[in-house]
């Protein structure tokens, strides 16, 4: 009976220790080990949103070079704003803004000063007031003291097609001083209306150069890597349990 009890109790000693070991032991670790395995666990997490952020990186639209040199010729800055580049635009926006002024100065500047020498004209060589007056009128009662000396001079050269009406187109200079006086400000009047032309050079040059700049400049910009990089951080609290993820965006330009 006792040989029984021993064999039956070896057995069953021999039954749980077979099944017992097939379960590990629970693992113990020292308060280092445990913050080494969760800094391990964060490393891990991170190059995961790492490559994840390696692909939303998303890059800049590109501009039309041709489309930024088209609106510069068209006004001047607006193929820089276009690209966005008013810091360089903004000065060629200036430049045709100053031209325009400048022009529309100088027309009614130039109005002005001939519109008096007419009027002068009016009050010391009785100009007729009859309509159908071209400046080639205004420049001839300048030259000739007089429409009859005017025209007996086309007579003799035969310039039958140049005579004047002396009911609509008559004159006659009161003195050649008033004469003088009048051919000074019909000729001033002429020098302010041709210096247009250096502001009308202006507008048409500073396009042609925006525009060239536009179009560089926007074949700059689409070389450029400018990108919208997206990058994750993991955040733990005190004891090292995890406690969301924040974004960072940045922008490259």
Known sequence: M??????????IFCFNSTVFSQYPEKESFSKNELTEKILNMKSDKFNSLSEINNKTAVTK?????GLALLFSLILPGAGHFYIDRMDV???YLGVDAASWLGL????????????????????????ANAGGKDDDYYANIGSYDNIYEYNNDKLTRGEYGLLYNVDQFYWDWDNLQNQKIYESQRKSSERIFNTRIVFG??????????????????????????????????????????????INMSKNF
């Not at 639209?61 to 070079?65: A, E, I, V």
């Not at 529309?104 to 100009?127: C, M, P, W």
């Open 89 to 91: 635009g903004k000065y």
């Open 61 to 65: 639209s590109s501009r039309s070079p």
């Open 201 to 246: 050079s202006l507008l048409v040059a500073n396009r042609i150069i925006s525009g060239i700049s536009a179009y560089l400049l926007s074949k700059s910009y689409n070389k450029k890597s400018a990108t919208l990089n997206i990058e994750p951080e993991l955040l733990y609290k005190n004891d090292y349990s995890f406690d969301g993820v924040r």
């Open 2 to 11: 006792k040989i029984v009890t021993v064999i039956s109790l070896a057995l």
């Open 104 to 127: 529309a100065s100088l027309n009614i500047y130039g109005n002005d000063v001939r519109n008096q020498s007419r009027v002068f004209s009016v009050e010391h060589a009785k100009t």
